[in-house]
């Protein structure tokens, strides 16, 4: 099967772009789109990120076979009240959210009588709303479906089809494994960018403006990493609680040895782990998730 009409609900970054990538990549393929915010529906109106905006999510919905929600993870079972009203029986209804357990038990409270194949685009950037979108954003980037047990095959390689179609490398896997490896690979890291950089600014004894005028380049990386969308991940924190901790107490654990191996003055030690580490980039790139240029490939006037 093949969707022929695609609604998305949430038209910031990841939903804008969805609706740019279908337009550019699935032409065929008909696109509705909502937000809850009016201003975001009229400027998505200007930016043509969908083919219909409404201003009712379950008008948006209806004679779609796909859903997507660009939602905030605390925000899902709501939406989907909002639109259950207007959804056709056979519809998919998927999301983008990177806590996968607790979107799968919010969607299938919400809506028993509907397919659910969550999934999770694992792409952006530090921007947000519905000019920060575009239709390139997906181009070799993973997306995670992880498909309850029982789901419809069919549907479920339709929607792997439909993120392939937009340039999308995809691997299914089950809910809570994806928690655990985003845990440590996505929602740790930002949890310590948001840390050292709100450190950094209530430091007495450096002034919040030597702290923005000095930043080298690994401050300055966690800056853009800590400029992402605080209502986002604030949920991601909340619902994906007991793998976050637990790759916590690992990360503490490394630093607390770490921290003894600068007291101890052991450098065998450190450079071990920085190798390894460094590493680790290598392959990053090497897999073509990052650009081997020298600053990440920024472009400098």
Same mark, same amino acid.
């Given at each position: 099967?093949?969707?022929?009409?695609?609604?998305?609900?949430?038209?910031?970054?990841?939903?804008?772009?969805?609706?740019?990538?279908?337009?550019?990549?699935?032409?065929?393929?008909?696109?509705?789109?909502?937000?809850?915010?009016?201003?975001?529906?009229?400027?998505?109106?200007?930016?043509?990120?969908?083919?219909?905006?409404?201003?009712?999510? %379950?008008?948006?919905? !209806?004679?779609?076979? #796909? $859903?997507?929600?660009?939602?905030?993870? /605390? &925000? =899902?079972?709501?939406?989907?009240?909002?639109?259950?009203?207007?959804?056709?029986?056979?519809?998919?209804?998927?999301?983008?959210?990177?806590?996968?357990?607790?979107?799968?038990?919010?969607?299938?409270?919400?809506?028993?009588?509907?397919?659910?194949?969550?999934?999770?685009?694992?792409?952006?950037?530090?921007?947000?709303?519905?000019?920060?979108?575009?239709?390139?954003?997906?181009?070799?980037?993973?997306?995670?479906?992880?498909?309850?047990?029982? %789901?419809?095959?069919? !549907?479920?390689?339709? #929607? $792997?089809?439909?993120?392939?179609?937009? /340039? &999308? =490398?995809?691997?299914?896997?089950?809910?809570?494994?994806?928690?655990?490896?985003?845990?440590?690979?996505?929602?740790?890291?930002?949890?310590?960018?948001?840390?050292?950089?709100?450190?950094?600014?209530?430091?007495?004894?450096?002034?919040?403006?030597?702290?923005?005028?000095?930043?080298?380049?690994?401050?300055?990386?966690?800056?853009?990493?800590?400029?992402?969308?605080?209502?986002?991940?604030?949920?991601?924190?909340?619902?994906?609680?007991?793998?976050?901790?637990?790759?916590?107490?690992?990360? #503490?654990?490394?630093?607390?040895?770490?921290?003894? &191996?600068?007291?101890?003055?052991?450098?065998?030690?450190?450079?071990?782990?920085?190798?390894?580490?460094?590493?680790?980039?290598?392959?990053?790139?090497?897999?073509?998730?990052?650009?081997?240029?020298?600053?990440?490939?920024?472009?400098?006037?």
């Amino acid at each position: 099967m093949n969707f022929k009409k695609v609604a998305i609900i949430g038209l910031g970054l990841i939903g804008g772009s969805i609706g740019l990538a279908v337009r550019k990549e699935l032409p065929d393929c008909v696109t509705s789109g909502f937000d809850a915010d009016a201003k975001v529906r009229e400027r998505a109106r200007e930016l043509q990120l969908a083919d219909d905006i409404h201003d009712d999510p %379950a008008e948006a919905v !209806k004679g779609a076979d #796909l $859903v997507i929600l660009c939602v905030p993870v /605390g &925000a =899902m079972a709501s939406v989907a009240a909002a639109i259950a009203p207007g959804l056709s029986p056979d519809c998919v209804i998927s999301d983008v959210g990177s806590s996968k357990r607790s979107i799968t038990d919010a969607l299938t409270k919400a809506l028993p009588d509907h397919t659910i194949i969550p999934a999770h685009p694992v792409a952006g950037t530090e921007h947000s709303g519905p000019d920060a979108g575009f239709a390139s954003l997906f181009h070799q980037r993973w997306c995670i479906i992880t498909p309850p047990q029982g %789901a419809p095959e069919d !549907k479920v390689h339709a #929607l $792997v089809d439909f993120w392939e179609g937009l /340039g &999308a =490398m995809v691997e299914t896997m089950d809910a809570d494994h994806h928690d655990r490896v985003l845990a440590v690979t996505s929602h740790i890291p930002h949890l310590i960018a948001y840390t050292i950089v709100g450190t950094a600014s209530d430091l007495e004894e450096v002034t919040r403006s030597e702290v923005i005028k000095y930043s080298a380049g690994g401050f300055r990386d966690f800056t853009r990493i800590a400029a992402s969308d605080p209502t986002m991940w604030r949920d991601v924190f909340l619902n994906n609680k007991d793998a976050v901790l637990e790759m916590l107490d690992a990360f #503490l654990t490394d630093l607390a040895l770490m921290r003894e &191996a600068i007291k101890a003055g052991d450098g065998e030690m450190m450079h071990d782990t920085f190798s390894r580490t460094r590493a680790i980039r290598r392959s990053i790139v090497a897999l073509g998730q990052d650009d081997p240029r020298p600053d990440f490939g920024r472009e400098h006037d």
